[in-house]
């Protein structure tokens, strides 16, 4: 499909109601919203070939087009090992709220290879979507990359530990999904999360209780899955 077909295609899907929707089910608002949901974008991107290399271009020209779900389109076509540095920071300043941010930061930014450095760049800055991208890119890292050393994982507490005084939403409830996601890699990197946990539940303020106390929550499940990367230590082949 070339890009006057996607604009098109976006045209027909759009529903203001599931605009409306959205943002009081889940928060979710933006500019220029048509109201598509993710699993028709997602169809959407199947029928331009996802990572086709033809579509780089594409990808650019629908964050471009002005159209909400066009930028988060972006995210499901663009080669993550195509991204630069200034396409990553032209991207994070666009975040407007939780649901683009985390289609770029998830499997897609979290694939590329600017993912670890922009972890520790982007949790240190104030504006909410960016900040949230930071450890949102923290979730993408541990699940785009498997093979990834436990001291790479580790050096992330103390940047989480660093957080657990942002009270906005948005901000505080990725500290905690980075902090989980952490904990769920493996049996040592789990160990070190509860630990983290507690040293945060010591602080008094209602931030850093609700993501101590919600982390532990999980971390200490019975029938937790934890996934055992890097598969090559944590599940050797015999």
């Not at 670890?116 to 504006?127: A, D, G, H, I, L």
């Not at 905690?176 to 507690?198: P, T, V, Y």
Request: charged letters at 30%; aromatic letters at 10%.
């Amino acid at each position: 499909m070339n890009y006057q077909e996607v604009i098109v295609e976006l045209k027909r899907l759009a529903d203001q109601d599931k605009v409306q929707f959205k943002q009081k089910k889940f928060g979710v608002i933006a500019q220029n919203a048509l109201g598509v949901y993710h699993k028709d974008l997602k169809e959407l991107a199947k029928r331009c070939g996802r990572k086709s290399p033809e579509n780089d271009a594409l990808a650019l020209a629908l964050f471009d087009s002005g159209i909400y779900e066009g930028r988060l389109l972006c995210s499901k076509l663009y080669n993550p090992k195509n991204v630069t540095e200034e396409l990553a920071e032209k991207w994070v300043r666009s975040f407007e709220n939780w649901e683009i941010c985390d289609s770029f930061c998830m499997s897609f930014l979290g694939a590329s290879e600017l993912a670890y450095s922009k972890v520790f760049e982007w949790t240190k800055r104030n504006e909410e979507f960016q900040k949230r991208a930071g450890f949102t890119l923290m979730v993408g890292y541990c699940f785009a990359n498997k093979n990834a050393e436990n001291n790479q994982i580790e050096a992330f507490i103390p940047v989480i530990e660093q957080a657990i005084d942002d009270d906005r939403i948005y901000v505080k409830k990725a500290v905690n999904w980075a902090l989980r996601s952490i904990g769920k890699r493996n049996k040592d990197l789990h160990q070190l999360a509860i630990e983290s946990a507690n040293r945060i539940l010591l602080n008094e303020c209602k931030s850093a209780q609700w993501i101590a106390k919600d982390a532990l929550r999980e971390l200490n499940k019975e029938n937790l899955n934890i996934l055992d990367y890097p598969r090559s230590i944590y599940r050797p082949k015999k």
